[in-house]
Each structure stands twice: as C-alpha cells, then as structure tokens.
C-alpha cells in the first residue's frame, strides 16, 4: 500500500438554497434568525437509534489512522439549523460505536474567518494526515486551506492546527471565487500528487484538477479532470479506484490495467448525486474518460435514489475495502428541528465494489452492523397473496433489519412497459404500493400503523419490456405519515438491471430506524432511502409486514432483527 486516504466531505453543507443570506453562492441557507437559537430539550420522537447523530443539532462528514477510525462533520454547537459551522470530530474502533471530541476545526484564522467548510484528508508515507478544507475569507470568497495533527503521538487526534501559509488554493481570475469548495482526498502518481476542487463555470459544472510536488504548492492544471454541461454547480467531487475483479478496495492513488475509475458529483440544482466509470489515464496530460454507455449529467446512475447526499468513500486498509457514507438530511421545516432538537443523521457506512458486469456498482452495509442485531424473527415459504399483507411480528418494528427474498413464479403477467417512463421517480407516483399489477407491487409496509392509516412500502414491480423485463425499485413516503403539511413525501424509485429468467429470485433488505429506512435492492444494486415521520407508527405502536397488490402470487423468505443501540467506544 502506498498510502491510506480516508474521506471527510461529510457533506457540503445544506443542499436547500443556492444563495445564502452571506452573499456566498452556496447550496445551503442560512438561517439567521434561527441558527444561533438553542434547543431546550432533546426529543426522541423519529430520532434514530442506530444511525449516527450528535447528541443534538445539527450535522452534516471519516479517517481511518493507526486502528481509530475518525468521523469530521459539519456541525451546529449552538442550534439545529444550519449556521455557526466547526468541524466536529467523533471516534470509533468499529465504525458502529462512536466517542464524542471536541471539535477538530473551527473559524480562528483571516483565511477562514467566516467558515469552515466540507473537505477530505490524505494520509502522507509517512503516516502524517493532511486535512484539505474549504474556508471562507474576508471578502466571503471560498479558498481550499489545510491542516495537521498538533500531536502524531495522540491516538485519538484531539487538537488540529492551521499553518499560517494557508490558503494553499486560490481560484484565479478566470473562476468562480463563490462557488469554488470541496477539495478531494489526493492521489499521487508518478512524481505529483493530484486532488481536485468542486466548482462551476457558468451552467457547466467542473472539476478543476491540481498538482503538487511537496503537498503545500499547489498548481492548477490546463484543463479540468472533467466537466458537465448543463449541470450546475458539482459539489462533494470524489474521485477513485475500483478494482475489475473482486470486491477488494483499492488505495486511491492506485492505477493501472485491472483498474477502473469512478467520479461522483453531487449536484447543488438537483439535490441529488450521481457518478460514472470511466479510464484514468494519468500521463502525460491527466485525462478521464467516461465507458460507453454512461449517462454523464443529471439522469445518470447514483448511489442512493432518496434522500442522500454529499457522499464521500474512503480506503479502509485494516479492512482493505472501500466504505462510503452518505448524509440524510430532515424532510421537515427548519422550525420542526428546532423544536425537536437536531436534524440530519449519517447513513449506515456501506461497503462499495464494481459489479462484475462493470456496468454499475454495487453497495451494502459494513458487516460491522450486524453486531447490533438481536431477537430474531423468520418467514419461510410464505406465500404472498394479492391484498393480503401478512406481519412479522416478535421484533421491534420501528427499529429492525429485514432482508427478504421474493420468489416469482412466472413473469407472464407483468404489465407492457411504456418507452416514455424514462423517469422512475415519476413512474412510482404513477404506480404506487396500493395500485395492482400483473407481478407486483410487492415488498415490505415499514413503520406501518397497525390498520396501516399510515406506512412507508418499500417494493417492487415489474414490467415487460420490448426486450427484457424492467424492474422497478420504490421507497414511497406518500402515505407515512397522518400530516400533511409542512413534510417532503416524495415517491423515491430507481430501476434495477436484474435478469430473473432463470432464479426468478429478487432480494431486499431494509434497515428501519424510527425516521429513516435505507434500502437495497438486488444485493444492492440500486438503494434508496427515506427519511419519514410517522404519527401512530411509532416506538412500540410501529409494525411491519411484507405485502403483495399484484394477481401473481410471490413467496417470500424473511429474516429479520430487532436492532440495538450502539455504546459509547471502549478505550
């Protein structure tokens, strides 16, 4: 291993407003009336149990060095609404069970004075992290500044310090000096090392590519890595390798003939994300080319199909894989946060690997999750008929795994897919969980009521295509909750490249924690989560059920867990 890189984009910072109220084009608001106002209580209403939050307010991004793991994410110590940015630092041995520090970085220096922003670090061959971070100057411009440990010694990194030779990167007078962040974990190849730097030129979005020989003089390169028409700004850019064979990760600063290359943006306009695979190809001019067949913009593949964003991965060499976390932002107001006492929460760590098709990659969650599990619950063999849901009980509803193999008989009756549902988001409102088919809708009634008033389905359905059958993957948060105004219950969907002609098995596994559900269909081919704010289904009140509204009968085979809550780290 050359080197060992770890992630910390934990997230750009809000993903809601395209100005903010400091003149700083941004994709997150500030709340000034609100961001300083302190939550008197935390409530635990919808607060998850096993996903990682602060204990209150709000956050938004990891580092594994020398057997700790270490999570920086963007945080609000005085309030749960944007606004008053530090960098909070929390550890881990497990990725699972965390201790809290104090705050890693925060506005101290005139070149970072009015914030301290989204980032990723790099651990140098010599054992030595380097912190990348956007700060926000006098003049409110956005420059990329770095950061060491004050003591190499100190297992858990406690104090960081900023040199005065900062900002390292400055956007020159040909840029955006406004919409300029996010500086990527380096790579290095040859005698440079490379990272690259978010930004946009007017509605195409960039990102720009810097080389270095010594880690602090920074030059940035004729021509951006890549760029986008008509996508906006990127933000939380991630550039890395995935090995062809196998679901080893790979060091980021590895190239070479079994090697592909992934580049994932998020989009400040959509709210989304997605990413390509393509070929890096580092000499002599550092070029990126995207395989055949990728849609590269809006429409093309993401990790998550829901509420996720400004996702980063990072190497886990004591593992040797690569793990990616995602931020799941509240579909609430901001006067909801405040009254509960925090909002967002991080994603379930998810192992990430190129399929074997290369085609698209595929996600699941770090085994480490499983150490949570508890009572345990099984279906066998149960037959699924049309309307009549069936529960699993004996596990706590509201805070469980599931994973659940459908078996489908015959595909004849699935529907005619229509060329024109291009858009599967769309295709979802138009199909909901309770609108029959020919095979399906079928899956799971998560944080369901117990005369399902109110529940999340998770589902599938399947089409008939001209020359092969589609499959449709739904997370739809219509129908989770009794109130209507003031929450975002959007139909999430994404398509599925599955081929079922010859198992005619689909699998689905959905992690339930009070207000988010994270699920992954196929073995993780095309995930989705939900943030939801159930009225009735709640704590104990939660129920689950695996459901199918379609005329062909689907057997399943369940597995689920009660989930426990992590502990405070053994030192």
Known sequence: ???????????????????????????????????????????????????????????????????????????????????????????????????????????????????????????????KPVIFYTGIDPDNYQV???????????PYLHEWIKL????????????NKTAFRDPTTAWKVGGHWRMLVASRRKHRGMAYLYRSRDFKKWVKAKHPLHSVANTGMFECADFFPVSLYGDNGLDTSSVGPNVKHVLKVSLDLTRFEYYTIGSYIPEPRDKYLVDKNFVDGWEGLRFDYGNYYASKTFFDPSKNRR????WSNESDTAQDDINKGWA?????????????????????????????RGQKVQ????????????????ITAAQADVDVTFTIPNLDKAEAFDPSWTNAQDLCGLKGSTVQGGVGPFGLLTLASE?????????????????????????????????????YKPSFAGFVDVD????????????????VVESFGAGGKTCITSRVYPTLAVFDNAHLFVFNNGIETITADVEAWSMGKPCKMNN
């Open 144 to 154: 990329q500044n770095y950061a060491v440990p004050a003591n190499l010694s100190d």
């Open 1 to 127: 291993m050359k080197f060992s890189d770890f992630l910390f984009c934990y997230f750009i910072l809000g993903c809601f407003c395209v100005i903010s109220t400091n003149g700083v084009e941004a994709s997150h608001k500030v709340y000034e009336n609100l961001q300083s106002h302190a939550a008197a209580t935390v409530k635990q209403l919808h607060r998850s149990g096993y996903h990682f939050q602060p204990p209150m307010n709000w956050i938004n991004g990891p580092m594994y060095y020398n057997g700790i793991y270490h999570l920086f994410y963007q945080y609000n110590p005085k309030g749960a609404v944007w606004g008053n940015i530090v960098w909070a630092h929390s550890v881990s041995k497990d990725l699972i069970n965390w201790e809290a520090l104090e705050p890693a970085i925060y506005p101290s220096k005139h070149f970072d004075i009015n914030g301290c922003w989204s980032g990723s670090a790099t651990v140098l061959p010599n054992n």
């Open 500 to 515: 079922l002609a010859a198992e005619k098995k689909i699998s689905l596994r959905s992690l339930i924690d009070h207000s």
């Open 379 to 394: 279906l066998s063999n149960q037959k699924l008929k049309l309307g009549e849901p069936v529960e699993v009980k004996g």
């Open 323 to 326: 793990v990616l976390w995602g």
């Open 451 to 487: 005369n399902l008033e109110e529940y999340t389905p998770v589902f599938f359905r399947v089409f008939k295509g001209q020359d092969k059958h589609v499959f449709l993957l739904c997370s739809d948060a219509s129908s989770s909750s009794l109130r209507e105004s003031g929450l």
């Open 344 to 372: 967002g929460l991080q994603t379930i760590p998810r192992k990430l690997w190129l399929d074997p098709s290369g085609k698209q990659l595929l996600l699941w969650p770090i085994e480490e999750i499983e150490t949570l």
């Open 164 to 175: 005065d030779d900062n900002p390292i990167v400055v956007a020159d007078e040909t840029m």
